[in-house]
């Protein structure tokens, strides 16, 4: 059968392989879209939502909790955690209907079904034992990763974050094994809920990556919420226990911890194999960096007419940089227009108990990048827990450029923390000084005001 043609064929339906179609057909493109699963693809069905969903959900803990100390009393509140997680499904279901019917009228072509690259301009989709043929002018692959678990024995007796998001019942006690921003994210979760949670990490402290300062006071913070982070360990086995009632963690030391279940969030993997991509001349990176597509800053891998975005390609792993990556190709091949996606002052957040964000860089990579610092920072208690009586500290902290007086980075441990990192994003972005900052009037009584009122120095750096 002749192959059906097109200008471009996408592989994966998720945030950027939607994205660039009804971006591309939208500038005239003849676009094909092959989903293996459910259009939507992480972020909808097993990532962003649902976690902000049940973030949501668990959070009303605490707002009970704190509503005492402002007189309420609410007495035998508690959690049907069944009750959330259909409420949960019913929404994700909804948007999964939101973004076929937005297909639809993009008129992208659908094609369910497994896609690999014959060549590199034609996609083969097997659905049901039957197969399609697309010819593409261009190719794009936006197959995005998946979450993987430690090659220990008894590994399979473990849960990952796609399973944790459906569990039919609240465990009582939860190891979440990682420190990464899923796991503190579950860790979150899970102990809002009413679970117990050790958290077991490899490295001195969770959330790796982020800045260090921040790292060791969300240690803080992770003990005054009753979860016990476990630091510096290894996992050697995950067993089940002799009247298979629950499991046990064995760490590389040999003790065990009992619990019922064991979610491993230990990292994603690009979702590059078995697609034909190195037989076609698409170069990867090595086993050391999981077969991530090598591409351009313009997405362009090592065969000119084919593109890769998203989490394949192993760059910024967020949902926002994938769609802003298959727009951008979108771009360059139909709108006459190259386009690139600037990965820095990019904002990010972790939606743990409490939230933590960022946008730009941390005190470490300031000075590793040869910048002269000013750092200024402050902690406090939140005014809602003077009557609350949570015990928590917002902690605010900027990175600045002494020479251009430049804000290279903010960062924050606190209620909102992300909603205010998205508007601080817009500053960063547009190259704020801190002299701007102080110029600004403070929003009183907030937490964000003391961005604006951050003053001397806490650290003269070098
Ligand atoms: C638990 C969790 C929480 C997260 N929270 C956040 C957050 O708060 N904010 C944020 O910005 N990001 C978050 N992320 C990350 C975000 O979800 C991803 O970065 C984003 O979804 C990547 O988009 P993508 O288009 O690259 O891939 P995906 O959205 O994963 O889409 C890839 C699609 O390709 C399909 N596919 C794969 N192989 C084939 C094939 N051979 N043929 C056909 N189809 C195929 C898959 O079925 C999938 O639908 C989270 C991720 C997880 C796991």
């Known amino acids: 059968m002749e192959p059906l043609d097109f200008d471009l064929v996408v592989i994966g339906a998720g945030s950027g392989g939607v994205a660039a179609s009804r971006r591309a057909a939208a500038l005239g493109a003849r676009v094909a879209l092959c989903e293996a699963g459910r259009v939507g693809g992480t972020c909808v069905l097993r990532g962003c939502v649902p976690k902000k969903l049940l973030v949501y959900g668990s959070h009303f803990r605490d707002d009970l909790d704190d509503a005492a100390g402002f007189g309420w009393q609410i007495d035998g509140a508690r959690l049907d955690w069944p009750t959330l997680i259909a409420a949960k499904d019913r929404e994700i279901n909804r948007l999964n209907g939101v973004y076929l019917s937005m297909l639809r009228d993009s008129g992208v072509q659908l094609f369910n079904g497994w896609a690999r690259l014959l060549d590199r301009h034609t996609v083969e989709v097997v659905?049901?034992?039957?197969?399609?043929?697309?010819?593409?002018?261009?190719?794009?692959?936006?197959?995005?990763?998946?979450?993987?678990?430690?090659?220990?024995?008894?590994?399979?007796?473990?849960?990952?974050?796609?399973?944790?998001?459906?569990?039919?019942?609240?465990?009582?006690?939860?190891?979440?094994?990682?420190?990464?921003?899923?796991?503190?994210?579950?860790?979150?979760?899970?102990?809002?809920?009413?679970?117990?949670?050790?958290?077991?990490?490899?490295?001195?402290?969770?959330?790796?990556?982020?800045?260090?300062?921040?790292?060791?006071?969300?240690?803080?913070?992770?003990?005054?919420?009753?979860?016990?982070?476990?630091?510096?360990?290894?996992?050697?086995?995950?067993?089940?226990?002799?009247?298979?009632?629950?499991?046990?963690?064995?760490?590389?030391?040999?003790?065990?911890?009992?619990?019922?279940?064991?979610?491993?969030?230990?990292?994603?993997?690009?979702?590059?194999?078995?697609?034909?991509?190195?037989?076609?001349?698409?170069?990867?990176?090595?086993?050391?960096?999981?077969?991530?597509?090598?591409?351009?800053?313009?997405?362009?891998?090592?065969?000119?007419?084919?593109?890769?975005?998203g989490d394949c390609t192993d760059r910024l792993n967020l949902t926002p940089v994938a769609i802003a990556e298959g727009r951008a190709v979108a771009a360059t091949l139909f709108g006459g227009q190259p386009s690139r996606v600037d990965h820095r002052n990019v904002a990010t957040a972790v939606f743990g108990a409490p939230p933590l964000a960022c946008v730009g860089l941390t005190e470490e990579q300031a000075r590793q990048g040869g910048h002269t610092i000013d750092v200024y920072a402050t902690r406090f208690r939140p005014m809602k827990h003077t009557l609350s009586g949570r015990d928590t500290q917002t902690l605010i902290k900027l990175i600045v450029d002494r020479p251009s007086g430049r804000v290279l980075g903010c960062h924050m441990i606190g209620a909102d923390a992300p909603e205010i990192m998205q508007a601080l994003a817009i500053a960063i972005t547009c190259g704020a000084t801190k002299a701007q900052f102080d110029a600004t009037i403070a929003l009183h009584p907030t937490a964000a005001e003391e961005f604006v009122l951050l003053r001397p120095p806490r650290t003269v750096a070098t």
């Open 127 to 309: 659905a049901d034992g039957k197969s399609q043929r697309l010819r593409g002018r261009y190719l794009l692959v936006a197959t995005g990763s998946s979450p993987h678990k430690p090659e220990i024995p008894g590994a399979e007796l473990g849960i990952t974050s796609d399973e944790a998001l459906s569990l039919r019942s609240l465990p009582a006690r939860v190891i979440i094994v990682g420190g990464g921003y899923i796991g503190v994210e579950f860790a979150g979760i899970f102990s809002r809920a009413g679970a117990h949670v050790t958290q077991v990490v490899r490295c001195d402290a969770v959330l790796r990556g982020f800045d260090e300062e921040l790292r060791q006071a969300y240690g803080t913070e992770l003990a005054k919420r009753g979860i016990t982070l476990r630091t510096g360990e290894q996992v050697a086995a995950v067993e089940r226990s002799a009247d298979a009632s629950h499991l046990h963690l064995v760490l590389g030391s040999g003790e065990r911890i009992a619990s019922d279940v064991v979610l491993f969030a230990t990292g994603r993997r690009p979702n590059t194999l078995g697609l034909g991509l190195a037989e076609a001349g698409v170069a990867l990176r090595g086993p050391s960096e999981h077969g991530a597509i090598v591409v351009s800053e313009e997405s362009r891998t090592a065969v000119d007419n084919i593109f890769a975005i």
